[in-house]
């Protein structure tokens, strides 16, 4: 019976530290990923920094797919033209509460349009 305990304290042991890796960190995760993007948030300042206060001006207006056309006029964003990291995060989504400076948090209400944009 000892051996069993033994070998189940193990494989707990073994696989919460597999856990615990798998939520780290890699060197890369703050540089831009991805196409070349052309859009107005098409990169992250220098240095690693989100970009959500330049993007205020676009609160309002729709969050569009790459192939939608845009709208007549006013604000918009282009998912493709976001950088990454980011989140898109509709009416209810479940988020993590990690802090990760140099993401970019997009809520948008029930019919896509943007309700706010943050860091974090």
């Keep these: 019976m000892r051996t069993s305990n033994t070998s189940l304290t193990l494989a707990a042991l073994f696989l919460s530290t597999l856990g615990l890796a798998a939520c780290s960190s890699s060197s ?5 990923h991805g196409g070349a993007g052309t859009g107005p948030a098409a990169g992250m300042e220098q240095g ?7 993007l205020q001006d676009r609160i309002g207006g729709p969050l569009l797919s790459s192939s939608a056309p845009p709208p007549a006029q006013g604000p918009f964003l282009r ?22 400076p140099d993401r970019l948090n997009v809520m948008i209400d029930a019919v896509g349009r943007i309700t706010q944009i943050t860091c974090g």
């Design 28 to 32: 890369d995760e703050g540089s831009v």
């Design 79 to 100: 998912v493709s033209d976001l950088p990454h990291p980011q989140r898109i995060l509709p009416p209810g989504s479940l988020v993590t509460h990690d802090f990760r």
């Design 48 to 54: 690693g920094t989100c970009i959500a206060d330049q």
